[in-house]
């Protein structure tokens, strides 16, 4: 069990910071009210825990013994990745700057595509 604890810890830190890193780039190279840094790491999340996903059912990585790498992956990595808490403080932050539109295609862009990528995702694993 302990294990496990460090695998997704170790994963989860190198997603951390994987997501600075990608959102630092992306927020250098456009400038916009659109969080387009954390718009990009959710979807390119969701398409990454969606292949896994698709892995781990194919290679049966959930049996006794064998979950380890999808921990390591999904939970700690495309955990430590994505940004879902960020995501709603920039909504709320957008809507309290009067962009209640542009909060409004920022929620629908990232839920639709972050579901459909990450169903793309599982057909790519497939």
Do not use: D
Request: net charge positive; hydrophobic share 50%; with cysteine.
């Amino acid at each position: 069990m302990f294990r496990n604890f460090l695998l997704v810890g170790a994963g989860g830190a190198v997603g951390s910071m994987a997501r600075y890193g990608l959102s630092f780039l992306v927020g250098k190279m456009v400038v916009c009210p659109f969080p387009y840094g954390t718009f990009t790491i959710n979807i390119l999340g969701s398409l990454i825990i969606g292949v896994l996903f698709g892995l781990a059912g194919r290679f049966h990585w959930y049996n006794e013994g064998q979950e380890g790498l999808y921990l390591l992956l999904a939970s700690g990595f495309c955990g430590g990745f994505t940004t879902f808490s960020t995501f709603a403080l920039e909504n709320v932050n957008l809507m309290g700057k009067g962009q209640s539109t542009m909060a409004i295609v920022y929620t629908g862009l990232s839920v639709i595509v972050g579901l459909l990528l990450c169903r793309l995702g599982i057909w790519l694993a497939g």
